[in-house]
């Protein structure tokens, strides 16, 4: 398998624009995840899918952020309209969950630059 | 909320030394912990996970342990080589798929 794949590895906007982030899990992964990584923050996780189904959303900053899963091999996370401090990397990750082991597979990341 | 701290910020060491990374959170109701490597401008690389009920785990040179009850965590490298420069950051799971990460242990191992 490939591992989680992402696209874009790096974009560039200008304020207000909207900028979509694509994941793609490893294939047969239940969860997807969305992280955000700044010097300032951290990693801080956005949200989460099972099954295709968002579980758990409260780490998404604001309603700038939505995410989607419509099938089980591809997610978008939206940013409409991306701002400066949006500036980060973003990264998705995927997980089988097979009775307790819960380890997550992490994409190489979308470096999100807002000018 | 869940918080996770790992010391020091920055490590350097020669090669060849033994080496400890710390971590530490401040709610023992975990579910398991991961050690991370990050390589500049990569993205995560999972080293190391232990279930709650562990103590540690080993892979290589890699030894990482558990102490649930005062919630603390090391990840000790052996040997340690110039390859093994990067940040390495440990992250709890309190159940629900939600991970806290630590802000990293950034080394680097001189030849």
């Known amino acids: 398998d490939a591992g989680v794949i992402q696209s874009p590895r790096h974009e560039v906007t200008e304020m207000g624009q909207e900028v979509t982030l694509r994941c793609k899990p490893i294939?047969?992964?239940?969860?997807l995840f969305w992280y955000r990584q700044t010097m300032m923050r951290g990693l801080e996780l956005l949200i989460y899918?099972?099954?295709?189904?968002?579980?758990?959303d409260s780490g998404m900053p604001e309603d700038r952020f939505s995410a989607k899963m419509p099938n089980a091999s591809f997610s978008t996370l939206k940013i409409q309209p991306s701002e400066p401090r949006d500036s980060a990397v973003y990264f998705c990750?995927?997980?089988?969950?097979?009775?307790?082991?819960?380890?997550?597979?992490f994409g190489p990341g979308t470096r999100l630059t807002v000018l | 909320k869940q918080e996770v701290t790992q010391i020091p910020a920055a490590l350097s060491v020669p090669e060849g030394e033994n080496l400890v990374l710390n971590c530490s959170f401040t709610?023992?109701?975990?579910?398991?912990l991961q050690w991370f490597r990050q390589d500049p401008g990569k993205g995560l690389t999972s080293l190391l996970l232990?279930?709650?009920?562990?103590r540690e785990q080993t892979s290589g040179r890699l030894n990482a342990s558990l102490d649930k009850s005062s919630g603390r965590s090391t990840l000790y490298i052996a040997a340690s080589q110039p390859g093994d420069s990067a940040t390495y950051l440990c992250?709890?799971?309190?159940?629900?798929?939600?991970?806290?990460f630590g802000t990293g242990t950034r080394l680097t191992v001189i030849p």
């Open positions: 990750a995927s997980s089988l969950v097979a009775s307790s082991y819960n380890e997550q597979f």
């Open positions: 294939s047969g992964h239940d969860y």
């Open positions: 899918f099972n099954n295709n189904v968002p579980i758990d």
């Open positions: 709610d023992s109701a975990i579910y398991n």
């Open positions: 232990i279930q709650s009920s562990q």
């Open positions: 992250a709890v799971e309190t159940g629900a798929n939600n991970l806290f």
